[in-house]
Structures are given as C-alpha cells and as structure tokens.
C-alpha cells in the first residue's frame, strides 16, 4: 500500500478502500505507461457522476428531477410515488434472485415511461425542469470532463434513468463534447418538441446494464485498440457496464459508496477494485486521472 500510496497520495486517505493494492497499483502504473492512447472510460451517472448529497441535502436522480418538478401536474408526482412504493422494495429485496426482479424492473419502467409520456412535456419544459432540479454533477466533473476531450478520450455514461435528463444535466452544469455517448432511455419527440414516447424497443433498468444493444453494437470494436478500461459506478449492478468489450486488457473498477457504508462495504470491496465512501467529489477520480495522463498541475 506504501508504493501506491507514494505514486497517488490520495489514495490513503481515510475514505478510501483498497482490497488488493498490489493489483491496483499494478493496473495504474500500465495506464500510465500506455497514457490516454489506450484508455477509454465507462461510466454511470446518478449518484456516480452526479451527487449524493450536497449540504445534507440528497441530490436528485434523473427520474426524481421529475417527480420534483414544480412543471410537472400532481396526478404524475402521485403515480409516481405509488409506483416507487410498489417496486423500489423489490428492487432491494434480498430474498428475489436478480431473474425473478427483472420482469418486474421491465414492468416498473414501462409504466413509469408511460406516465411521462403522458404529461404533455416538451424540450423547452424539460430544459426548465433541470435548470430548476437539484441534480449536482460532482465536484470536479466538469475538469473530468475537460481533459478526456483534450485528449480525445471516449467517455460512455450508462444509465437506467432518462437520458434527455443526463444530457441537459451536463450541459447546463459543464460540457457536452463529442468523445461522449450516453446509453440511456431517451424520450421521443414529434416535429413540434413534444415528448410522444420513448425511443426505441429496449428498455435500460437496474438489472440490465450487461445487455443492452450496446454491447452487440460497433461501439466498444470501434475504440477495440483502446485496451485499459476505467470503470466508474455506485453499485454492483454497474460492472456490468463494460461488457462487450472484450478486448480490454487492463480494467480499473471504482466504487461510490454512498450510504449504509458498514452493510455494503464487504460486497463493494469485493466488487470494485476502489471504494471510494462518502465523498461528493470526483478528486480521487482526477488524482488518478493525472497520474494516468501525466498531468502535473
């Protein structure tokens, strides 16, 4: 832990975990050889790239920057709310096997899409309803987000939320550049600007982040030379995220830990390479970042 705590100091602070670092500094001194010509990034984005909580306050996911919204009507807020009582405690109920939970994700979201597309929103609506949320991108994104579009690094933001939300989140808070793609349910619009639906077929939930049309798409063998991963989420379900690219040599998982830290950090420590616990930051990430890149400022 000595030599990696040398090579990136903040790596030993105290909300940092680290089960194998040998393993750990091994990957990162490899990134560091190969700098950004080999590096790709794989992220999820509520409560990953987006806060927990700022000032004691819990942040917004992107389906809660919606059931907030003083534009949206209360017959919404409310089915919303019943739908969350419904399915949020199966969601985490222990005693179901991820194969039993699904249909009901699918049956969750499929209601709950059907109900946004009932509330008559449009473009200019929804770029209100975020600019007036309280979804935060952690501190220190906006930098993140900078210097992988200096380097050209592609950057893919995974999500099981809405993806017009994740977009308008990033633009009104840092930068949207073209090294960065969003997987995510994205809402339909006719000529007019009017939400009529969803896009496509395929509906992105929990459970489902290693199954997506991504992962049998041309994405990951487009960027195939790109063999050192770094792999960004706030829950076990996102190691999924990456798969599909099986050209990866050299993969670095970090963790966000965000609450009930002494019941789920045994599985995080097992599941991510970093945990990183409690911080609405992404100052661990950039720190790592500059010793991969080479940046010393």
């Known amino acids: ?157 995974f999500s099981a939320g809405i993806g017009d939300i994740i977009y308008e989140t990033i633009i009104q808070q840092a930068n949207f550049y073209t090294n960065m793609k969003i997987v995510s349910n994205f809402l339909k619009f006719n000529e007019k600007g009017q939400v009529v639906g969803f896009e496509g077929d395929e509906i992105i939930h929990t459970f489902n982040k290693n199954e997506n049309t991504i992962h049998s798409s041309d994405y990951f063998y487009n960027i195939r030379h790109r063999e050192n991963l770094l792999l960004i989420g706030d829950s076990v379900g996102d190691l999924g995220m990456s798969e599909g690219a099986d050209h990866v040599e050299c993969a670095l998982k970090i963790g966000f830990l965000n609450f009930k830290v002494q019941e789920n950090l045994p599985i995080y420590m097992d599941s991510f390479d970093i945990v990183i616990i409690e911080d609405e930051s992404m100052d661990i990430i950039n720190e790592i970042m500059k010793a991969i890149l080479g940046i010393t400022t």
Not at 4 to 21: E, F, M, Q, T, Y
Not at 85 to 102: A, G, N, R
């Open 1 to 157: 832990m000595e030599s990696l705590v040398a090579l990136i100091p903040s790596l030993g602070h105290i909300n940092i975990r680290i089960k194998d670092p040998t393993s750990v500094e091994k990957a990162i001194r490899i990134m560091m050889r190969d700098a950004h010509h080999k590096l790709q990034i794989v992220a999820d984005f509520d409560r990953t790239l987006s806060k927990y909580t700022e000032n004691g306050r819990i942040c917004s996911t992107t389906h809660n920057v919606l059931e907030e919204s003083i534009y949206m009507p209360e017959f919404f807020k409310e089915e919303a709310r019943k739908l969350k009582d419904t399915y949020l405690p199966i969601e985490f109920d222990h005693s179901k096997t991820v194969e039993e939970k699904i249909p009901l994700m699918i049956e969750w979201w499929t209601k709950g899409h059907e109900l946004v597309t009932s509330c008559n929103l449009t473009r200019d609506i929804i770029q209100h309803i975020v600019a007036d949320s309280f979804a935060r991108l952690r501190n220190g994104c906006k930098w993140f987000f900078e210097q992988l579009h200096k380097m050209d690094i592609p950057i893919l933001i």
